[in-house]
Nanobody, 123 residues
Framework: QVQLVESGGGLVQPGGSLRLSCAASGNIGNIYAMAWYRQAPGKQRELVAVITMVGSTNYADFAKGRFTISSDNARNTVYLQMNSLKPEDTAVYYC?????????????????WGRGTQVTVSS
């Protein structure tokens, strides 16, 4: 099994910063990519940023210049540093991983989600 556990969400004033973390654990093998998505009330889930395990990154237009995704491969952890936060960034932020999971005698590649962490930007 795989667990993705997010942390770091909370309430922040406009212009403030937050750093989200997501740690993957369990019977995992290769991690191909990890990503952050978000879903605001009444809206569809959308990609925020993605990082591959060789370090390639991609950002949604709204995240460019304000958010930075990074990873610690040794800890199977991905981070999202969010600066200059705006009220429209308010959403539940979800961690996603494209990952090999032990399926004896081999591994099975799959797509997994965390439970999400709430980010609220408000004065």
């Amino acid at each position: 099994q795989v667990q993705l556990v997010e942390s770091g969400g909370g309430l922040v004033q406009p212009g403030g910063s937050l750093r989200l973390s997501c740690a993957a654990s369990g019977n995992i093998g290769n991690i191909y990519a990890m990503a952050w998505y978000r879903q605001a009330p009444g809206k569809q889930r959308e990609l925020v940023a993605v990082i591959t395990m060789v370090g390639s990154t991609n950002y949604a237009d709204f995240a460019k210049g304000r958010f930075t995704i990074s990873s610690d491969n040794a800890r199977n952890t991905v981070y999202l540093q969010m600066n200059s936060l705006k009220p429209e960034d308010t959403a539940v932020y979800y961690c996603n991983a494209d990952i090999d999971v032990r399926d004896r005698p081999t591994f099975r590649r799959g797509d997994y989600w965390g439970r999400g962490t709430q980010v609220t930007v408000s004065s």
